[in-house]
């Protein structure tokens, strides 16, 4: 098949403005508008206002091009979009095509008799998507997510462009994925199923507790598209071992290529229905082993001659969700090759408003920072759009298990005969896409809505969005998984208990979403109430770093988590008030702006680190954390870990020590783990500590555990060790230690992991709030040595944070406790000239 892309020679104009620009391809609207100079940056101040007024109007795309030599001979060509936002009109050599009406498909069209072969002219018209969805709302008035347009509902276009209570309202448009056009001889590869058989020996690696696979039998189901004449068009046919026509005669067969990740080749010819591969090395999560892959080919053929071929790069795995009653309910586990795993990640919103800003690049700077924090698993939200290949490219790499929401959240729809053609086909083509992922962890109906709309009663209008959402989630899109991909686990809803309006955020089964700490105004001891079976999403905010609220002001009077520009960069807006609630209760008042930056990212970065440890220590009951969110897609207050310009947050640092492998965690008895909350306060003067250690790894653990109890300078005044063994995937808790003489303002406790020698975990844990502790002076310093930073303290210094001018440091460790000693961090990224240290002590 013959493929020639047309990303040359594109012009775009506003309709009713006479001026072409010059515009990208793949590419959006606003993009090409902020590239000509015809608007300002929409995150500046509040520059959004402006550039939403921008999609009140329709634009139109248009490129001139030769066809390439040969491509004319091809019995059929198809002219491919594979991303259009969203509602558009396609012309070619002025005649209509077709009206695409999702981002979520490809749209593909005949153009062979309409092709030139000089001087053809594609033209495509983006209608506005603010008018479509007001009509559409008009029409049938379908609710949803306050924070967003109303209409959103209506339209297959991803949700967060229309707001949400961490994103702006910039309703982008574009071709924002590539365009082509294919020369088809005969037949070409429609899609490649692949299903796994593993056949395990019943025994386990030396030294380890991984299953050992003897052999994994690879079956294959090859769909080919046969060009047919003018009436009938092209259709599918499956030729799983081979096939000939009985109307033209010609045998169509295919052989497959498979390149173990050394480097060896094997070919398969004669259309094998399956291919049996001795020795598997199998795909594991990050952290439970090495993720191998395997390159796919598959060559179809008519009567010797080679037509098209699909190369995939797949994992030999076996991925499921284990779900099994047990004495606290049901469990509700990732299974890895019969090995359940602690998931432990965020949840993936969408990169940025501007599309076209997207690209393999930025998303692996991102994922690099997941792996980075130790994750292993990443959650795609249902209110954005399916990612581009290479996020799962990305994430088969570095071993991030997906759990892929289809595009539906915080919402009702209405079921109409051409939405649901819309999203069957939706269905469909994204399965077929990503179901050969190695990283593919299961299929997810929806964000939100059954535990939304049915146990709440929100947004719903009329009885006929109850049967359309049974309709939806419970029988169109479960069938559609289980003929297209049947390997793959599906899940109706996230949270949900399984589905059937059942208790869907019962903590006892299935996932959960909890907000009590943040949206209830809850303390973060209130983790320790539940004991979650797997939790998808819980969070809490903090602002960026100065250096990204930069990206939107310059202004000092803006400077401020009140005023009118700080608040337009916080879409839920009573937030930043909450952010000084949880604060009035941990810290002193901040005494400048960049203080309460560090102060609130502390703040951030305790509530979840107090929420994941103790969900670790409760593995096997509890068996996933990931929490609410990665990353942003504007600069703007928020939950993620790393901000809109890459920065990491002091929680991003924090997640990579409470998901290490191996860690430490420490349940503390004092004041900080009393029945606080915003209006009282009753202390608790037990003063005492259980350790606890944690073992995510395949082996069993030999680990020495050290604490001390120490006063402000740090001086030792107590101190304890023990040896254990740690068995594979379990955590295990050692005894109690009381302190009864202990002064809860001014004594503190240190502790630490030591395996093979080195120090692999460690913390610190006070009795009292951070601020009513007696800190002294630790007066920090610091010195490079090569590609380290050396810090020491003179006194207890409680997460120190390290700056540089640009504040775009990336370090091994940040936001560390020193016990007034030195720490050696070594600098992955970033300018150490000018560096800046701080601690809680300086939040005064």
Same mark, same amino acid.
């Given at each position: 098949?013959?493929?020639?892309?047309?990303?040359?020679?594109?012009?775009?104009?506003?309709?009713?403005?006479?001026?072409?620009?010059?515009? &990208?391809?793949?590419?959006?609207?606003?993009?090409?508008?902020?590239?000509?100079?015809?608007?300002?940056?929409?995150?500046?101040?509040?520059?959004?206002?402006?550039?939403?007024?921008?999609?009140?109007?329709?634009?139109?795309?248009?490129?001139?091009?030769?066809?390439?030599?040969?491509?004319?001979?091809?019995?059929?060509?198809?002219?491919?979009?594979?991303?259009?936002?969203?509602?558009?009109?396609?012309?070619?050599?002025?005649?209509?095509?077709?009206?695409?009406?999702?981002?979520?498909?490809?749209?593909?069209?005949?153009?062979?008799?309409?092709?030139?072969?000089?001087?053809?002219?594609?033209?495509?018209?983006?209608?506005?998507?603010?008018?479509?969805?007001?009509?559409?709302?008009?029409?049938?008035?379908?609710?949803?997510?306050?924070?967003?347009?109303?209409?959103?509902?209506?339209?297959?276009?991803?949700?967060?462009?229309?707001?949400?209570?961490?994103?702006?309202?910039?309703?982008? &448009?574009?071709?924002?994925?590539?365009?082509?056009?294919?020369?088809?001889?005969?037949?070409?590869?429609?899609?490649?199923?692949?299903?796994?058989?593993?056949?395990?020996?019943?025994?386990?690696?030396?030294?380890?507790?991984?299953?050992?696979?003897?052999?994994?039998?690879?079956?294959?189901?090859?769909?080919?598209?046969?060009?047919?004449? &003018?009436?009938?068009?092209?259709?599918?046919?499956?030729?799983?071992?081979?096939?000939?026509?009985?109307?033209?005669?010609?045998?169509?067969?295919?052989?497959?290529?498979?390149?173990?990740?050394?480097?060896?080749?094997?070919?398969?010819?004669?259309?094998?229905?399956?291919?049996?591969?001795?020795?598997?090395?199998?795909?594991?999560?990050?952290?439970?082993?090495?993720?191998?892959? =395997?390159?796919?080919?598959?060559?179809?053929?008519?009567?010797?001659?080679?037509?098209?071929?699909?190369?995939?790069?797949?994992?030999?795995?076996?991925?499921?969700?284990?779900?099994?009653?047990?004495?606290?309910?049901?469990?509700?586990?990732?299974?890895?090759?019969?090995?359940?795993?602690?998931?432990?990640?965020?949840?993936?919103?969408?990169?940025?408003?501007?599309?076209?800003?997207?690209?393999?690049?930025?998303?692996?700077?991102?994922?690099?920072?997941?792996?980075?924090?130790?994750?292993?698993?990443?959650?795609?939200?249902?209110?954005?759009?399916?990612?581009?290949?290479?996020?799962?490219?990305?994430?088969?790499?570095?071993?991030?298990?997906?759990?892929?929401?289809?595009?539906?959240?915080?919402?009702?729809?209405?079921?109409?005969?051409?939405?649901?053609?819309?999203?069957?086909?939706?269905?469909?083509?994204?399965?077929?896409?990503?179901?050969?992922?190695?990283?593919?962890?299961?299929?997810?109906?929806?964000?939100?809505?059954?535990?939304?709309?049915?146990?709440?009663?929100?947004?719903?209008?009329?009885?006929?969005?109850?049967?359309?959402?049974?309709?939806?989630?419970?029988?169109?899109?479960?069938?559609?998984?289980?003929?297209?991909?049947?390997?793959?686990?599906?899940?109706?809803?996230?949270?949900?208990?399984?589905?059937?309006?059942?208790?869907?955020?019962?903590?006892?089964?299935?996932?959960?979403?909890?907000?009590?700490?943040?949206?209830?105004?809850?303390?973060?001891?209130?983790?320790?109430? =539940?004991?979650?079976?797997?939790?998808?999403?819980?969070?809490?905010?903090?602002?960026?770093?100065?250096?990204?609220?930069?990206?939107?002001?310059?202004?000092?009077?803006?400077?401020?988590?009140?005023?009118?520009?700080?608040?337009?960069?916080?879409?839920?807006?009573?937030?930043?008030?909450?952010?000084?609630?949880?604060?009035?209760?941990?810290?002193?008042?901040?005494?400048?702006?960049?203080?309460?930056?560090?102060?609130?990212?502390?703040?951030?970065?305790?509530?979840?680190?107090?929420?994941?440890?103790?969900?670790?220590?409760?593995?096997?009951?509890?068996?996933?954390?990931?929490?609410?969110?990665?990353?942003?897609?504007?600069?703007?207050?928020?939950?993620?870990?790393?901000?809109?310009?890459?920065?990491?947050?002091?929680?991003?640092?924090?997640?990579?020590?409470?998901?290490?492998?191996?860690?430490?965690?420490?349940?503390?008895?004092?004041?900080?783990?009393?029945?606080?909350?915003?209006?009282?306060?009753?202390?608790?003067?037990?003063?005492?500590?259980?350790?606890?250690?944690?073992?995510?790894?395949?082996?069993?653990?030999?680990?020495?555990?050290?604490?001390?109890?120490?006063?402000?300078?740090?001086?030792?005044?107590?101190?304890?060790?023990?040896?254990?063994?740690?068995?594979?995937?379990?955590?295990?808790?050692?005894?109690?230690?009381?302190?009864?003489?202990?002064?809860?303002?001014?004594?503190?406790?240190?502790?630490?992991?030591?395996?093979?020698?080195?120090?692999?975990?460690?913390?610190?844990?006070?009795?009292?709030?951070?601020? =009513?502790?007696?800190?002294?002076?630790?007066?920090?310093?610091?010195?490079?040595?090569?590609?380290?930073?050396?810090?020491?303290?003179?006194?207890?210094?409680?997460?120190?944070?390290?700056?540089?001018?640009?504040?775009?440091?990336?370090?091994?460790?940040?936001?560390?406790?020193?016990?007034?000693?030195?720490?050696?961090?070594?600098?992955?990224?970033?300018?150490?000239?000018?560096?800046?240290?701080?601690?809680?002590?300086?939040?005064?």
């Amino acid at each position: 098949m013959k493929q020639q892309f047309l990303h040359e020679n594109w012009e775009m104009r506003q309709i009713g403005n006479d001026e072409f620009l010059p515009a &990208a391809v793949p590419g959006s609207v606003y993009g090409d508008l902020l590239s000509n100079g015809k608007m300002e940056n929409p995150f500046w101040k509040d520059n959004e206002n402006d550039a939403c007024e921008l999609m009140e109007e329709d634009y139109e795309y248009v490129s001139h091009f030769d066809c390439e030599e040969g491509l004319l001979d091809s019995d059929r060509v198809v002219l491919r979009f594979d991303g259009i936002d969203t509602v558009g009109d396609v012309y070619l050599n002025e005649i209509h095509l077709g009206s695409p009406l999702s981002m979520h498909r490809v749209w593909e069209y005949d153009v062979k008799e309409i092709l030139h072969e000089k001087d053809n002219e594609l033209k495509v018209i983006l209608h506005s998507p603010n008018k479509w969805i007001r009509e559409a709302f008009k029409k049938c008035r379908t609710l949803g997510n306050d924070d967003t347009f109303e209409g959103f509902v209506h339209l297959r276009k991803a949700h967060y462009m229309f707001g949400w209570d961490w994103g702006a309202h910039l309703p982008d &448009a574009g071709i924002f994925r590539p365009v082509s056009l294919l020369g088809i001889n005969t037949a070409r590869i429609d899609s490649v199923y692949i299903k796994q058989t593993h056949e395990r020996t019943g025994e386990t690696e030396p030294g380890t507790v991984r299953p050992i696979t003897k052999s994994v039998t690879l079956t294959f189901d090859v769909e080919q598209e046969v060009v047919g004449n &003018a009436e009938r068009g092209p259709k599918l046919k499956n030729i799983t071992g081979g096939h000939t026509c009985k109307k033209c005669g010609k045998a169509y067969t295919y052989t497959v290529e498979i390149t173990a990740p050394d480097g060896s080749k094997t070919l398969y010819e004669n259309s094998p229905v399956e291919v049996k591969i001795d020795d598997p090395k199998l795909w594991w999560p990050n952290g439970y082993g090495e993720q191998n892959l =395997y390159e796919v080919k598959v060559t179809l053929f008519s009567d010797g001659v080679a037509l098209d071929e699909w190369t995939r790069r797949i994992g030999l795995r076996t991925m499921t969700m284990h779900i099994e009653k047990d004495e606290w309910g049901e469990c509700f586990a990732h299974q890895v090759n019969g090995v359940d795993v602690f998931a432990m990640g965020a949840d993936y919103i969408p990169e940025d408003n501007l599309l076209g800003r997207v690209n393999p690049e930025t998303t692996r700077k991102l994922l690099e920072k997941a792996k980075f924090a130790n994750y292993n698993a990443i959650r795609v939200w249902g209110g954005g759009y399916y990612p581009s290949d290479w996020f799962y490219d990305i994430c088969d790499e570095m071993g991030l298990m997906v759990w892929q929401d289809f595009m539906f959240a915080c919402a009702v729809y209405e079921l109409t005969p051409e939405f649901e053609a819309n999203i069957r086909q939706e269905f469909i083509e994204n399965v077929k896409r990503l179901r050969h992922h190695a990283s593919l962890g299961l299929w997810c109906g929806n964000n939100e809505m059954e535990q939304f709309v049915f146990e709440r009663n929100s947004w719903l209008t009329k009885p006929s969005e109850v049967k359309d959402y049974f309709l939806m989630f419970e029988r169109i899109i479960p069938e559609i998984v289980h003929e297209y991909d049947p390997q793959t686990f599906y899940w109706p809803a996230s949270p949900s208990s399984g589905g059937c309006l059942d208790e869907p955020n019962d903590p006892n089964r299935g996932d959960v979403h909890y907000w009590k700490v943040w949206h209830g105004n809850r303390p973060f001891t209130e983790y320790r109430k =539940y004991f979650f079976r797997y939790l998808s999403e819980f969070g809490f905010q903090a602002f960026p770093s100065v250096k990204t609220i930069e990206q939107f002001t310059d202004n000092e009077e803006d400077m401020n988590p009140f005023s009118y520009i700080m608040e337009k960069h916080q879409r839920q807006y009573s937030a930043n008030g909450k952010i000084m609630g949880y604060m009035q209760q941990t810290y002193k008042y901040p005494n400048s702006f960049p203080t309460f930056v560090y102060a609130s990212q502390l703040l951030q970065a305790d509530g979840i680190r107090y929420g994941v440890e103790h969900f670790r220590r409760n593995r096997g009951r509890c068996m996933g954390a990931v929490y609410w969110q990665l990353n942003d897609c504007w600069p703007v207050i928020s939950w993620s870990s790393v901000d809109y310009c890459g920065r990491l947050k002091a929680l991003h640092y924090y997640a990579k020590r409470f998901f290490a492998p191996l860690m430490i965690s420490c349940e503390e008895q004092g004041m900080m783990s009393s029945e606080a909350n915003m209006n009282r306060e009753h202390f608790v003067f037990e003063k005492s500590i259980r350790l606890n250690v944690a073992n995510e790894t395949m082996q069993d653990q030999n680990v020495t555990v050290r604490w001390a109890l120490r006063d402000p300078g740090a001086a030792v005044l107590e101190s304890g060790e023990q040896e254990l063994t740690v068995p594979a995937l379990t955590s295990t808790w050692l005894d109690k230690v009381e302190f009864p003489d202990a002064d809860i303002f001014s004594h503190y406790v240190s502790y630490e992991l030591i395996c093979d020698g080195k120090v692999v975990s460690e913390g610190t844990v006070n009795f009292s709030y951070p601020k =009513y502790f007696r800190y002294e002076d630790p007066k920090l310093t610091c010195r490079v040595e090569g590609d380290e930073i050396v810090v020491s303290a003179k006194a207890y210094a409680k997460s120190v944070e390290i700056l540089n001018e640009n504040e775009d440091l990336v370090l091994e460790d940040n936001y560390f406790d020193l016990n007034a000693n030195e720490k050696r961090v070594k600098v992955i990224s970033g300018s150490t000239e000018n560096l800046r240290l701080r601690s809680v002590y300086d939040i005064r």
